[in-house]
């Protein structure tokens, strides 16, 4: 007697929910179904920059002892992950996370308290738009277009309603799975917008191994803090927690581009910016006031990153501020790294 595949047997589970579930998870998790290290893989994941952000908070710590750690400009945590160990040894339990993108905090707060039903709606979308009209898992690129098209009209239909909840959440790190490089545009409102365009269809693996690993991941790291989440202007998070000594900021704001002489033309005056290398995007964020969130730096204990725009190693220097340079490299696969872009940091 022949034997099925995978294909046919998760077809054939596909017409009972339950039973579905149970054969996806099966199938999967024996062999792929492990911890993720991010919730969305890109080029700038702070989780490469693990072992100096872990060196500074180290140093920091010799001379302070903090209670509380906010993340100003929270994204995908990759800061927060990469200092987690950290923050758990020294007993640094409040965790304040602040993103413009209210869709990106409940996407959080959701992971947090609600990953089974996110992981439930996750597989009902397999099933009932992969698996079912499909009669596989591995779909071609052509067809993954028209899926990932109808996930797009769904999360932008949500997004304009306000509508953000577990299918929002599910859907984002659905959609970020086939986005170029797991990067998204937001506008200053925090809205997303998503490429129709499909990059790579090799990520159908990444996308259908992982997404429930990583879920489960930062649901069991989130409920080891007690964490606060907040979605508003960075400035107004300032104004509530600044001169607090035993708070310790972590500031990862949107890359000023290198072409961005127009932000403050008499600062700009006598600086070139032909030596830098790399970090041009911003993520649409054109007039993000980086020197107002540089000027707020004299009031806390911070981690800061951005690229060294001559700009903004002005300002550090202007207001006599610690730095250290070093080299993160823009690569999402270690297969590619000897190729990856090297840019430089502060």
Same mark, same amino acid.
């Given at each position: 007697?022949?034997?099925?595949?995978?294909?046919?047997?998760?077809?054939?589970?596909?017409?009972?929910?339950?039973?579905?579930?149970?054969?996806?998870?099966?199938?999967?998790?024996?062999?792929?179904?492990?911890?993720?290290?991010?919730?969305?893989?890109?080029?700038?994941?702070?989780?490469?920059?693990?072992?100096?952000?872990?060196?500074?908070?180290?140093?920091?710590?010799?001379?302070?002892? #903090?209670?509380?750690?906010?993340?100003?400009?929270?994204?995908?945590?990759?800061?927060?992950?990469?200092?987690?160990?950290?923050?758990?040894?020294?007993?640094?339990?409040?965790?304040?996370?602040?993103?413009?993108?209210?869709?990106?905090?409940?996407?959080?707060?959701?992971?947090?308290?609600?990953?089974?039903?996110?992981?439930?709606?996750?597989?009902?979308?397999?099933?009932?738009?992969?698996?079912?009209?499909?009669?596989?898992?591995?779909?071609?690129?052509?067809?993954?277009?028209?899926?990932?098209?109808?996930?797009?009209?769904?999360?932008?239909?949500?997004?304009?309603?306000?509508?953000?909840?577990?299918?929002?959440?599910?859907?984002?790190?659905?959609?970020?799975?086939?986005?170029?490089?797991?990067?998204?545009?937001?506008?200053?409102?925090?809205?997303?917008?998503?490429?129709?365009?499909?990059?790579?269809?090799?990520?159908?693996?990444?996308?259908?191994?992982?997404?429930?690993?990583?879920?489960?991941?930062?649901?069991?790291?989130?409920?080891?803090?007690?964490?606060?989440?907040?979605?508003?202007?960075?400035?107004?998070?300032?104004?509530?927690?600044?001169?607090?000594?035993?708070?310790?900021?972590?500031?990862?704001?949107?890359?000023?581009?290198?072409?961005?002489?127009?932000?403050?033309?008499?600062?700009?005056?006598?600086?070139?910016?032909?030596?830098?290398?790399?970090?041009?995007?911003?993520?649409?964020?054109?007039?993000?006031?980086?020197?107002?969130?540089?000027?707020?730096?004299?009031?806390?204990?911070?981690?800061?990153?951005?690229?060294?725009?001559?700009?903004?190693?002005?300002?550090?220097?202007?207001?006599?501020?610690?730095?250290?340079? #070093?080299?993160?490299?823009?690569?999402?696969?270690?297969?590619?790294?000897?190729?990856?872009?090297?840019?430089?940091?502060?």
């Amino acid at each position: 007697m022949q034997s099925l595949s995978t294909n046919q047997i998760l077809f054939n589970a596909s017409f009972s929910k339950d039973e579905f579930k149970k054969t996806y998870l099966a199938a999967i998790e024996a062999k792929f179904g492990k911890k993720q290290e991010t919730i969305v893989s890109y080029p700038g994941g702070k989780l490469k920059m693990k072992k100096e952000l872990n060196e500074i908070f180290t140093e920091m710590t010799k001379t302070n002892k #903090f209670n509380t750690y906010i993340d100003g400009f929270f994204g995908m945590g990759g800061s927060f992950k990469a200092l987690s160990d950290a923050l758990l040894e020294h007993q640094v339990k409040e965790i304040i996370v602040n993103d413009i993108s209210r869709c990106i905090i409940i996407m959080h707060k959701c992971i947090r308290d609600y990953a089974d039903e996110m992981i439930e709606y996750y597989l009902e979308r397999i099933r009932c738009d992969i698996v079912m009209p499909y009669q596989k898992l591995f779909i071609a690129a052509e067809d993954l277009i028209i899926v990932k098209k109808k996930w797009i009209a769904e999360f932008e239909s949500l997004q304009k309603d306000k509508k953000f909840g577990i299918e929002t959440s599910t859907l984002f790190i659905m959609l970020c799975a086939f986005n170029f490089s797991g990067v998204v545009q937001t506008n200053k409102k925090g809205d997303i917008r998503f490429t129709q365009k499909l990059f790579c269809i090799n990520n159908i693996k990444n996308f259908l191994f992982n997404t429930i690993g990583r879920i489960r991941t930062f649901n069991e790291l989130y409920n080891k803090f007690d964490m606060k989440f907040y979605s508003s202007d960075y400035f107004a998070l300032f104004q509530n927690y600044q001169y607090k000594t035993d708070t310790l900021w972590n500031i990862d704001t949107v890359y000023l581009k290198e072409d961005y002489s127009e932000y403050k033309k008499a600062d700009m005056e006598n600086i070139k910016n032909s030596s830098i290398v790399g970090c041009t995007c911003n993520y649409g964020q054109n007039d993000f006031d980086h020197i107002g969130v540089l000027e707020t730096l004299k009031n806390i204990n911070f981690i800061y990153n951005n690229n060294t725009h001559p700009l903004v190693y002005h300002y550090i220097k202007k207001l006599n501020l610690p730095y250290k340079k #070093f080299i993160r490299h823009e690569a999402i696969n270690d297969n590619i790294k000897e190729n990856a872009k090297a840019s430089q940091n502060l």
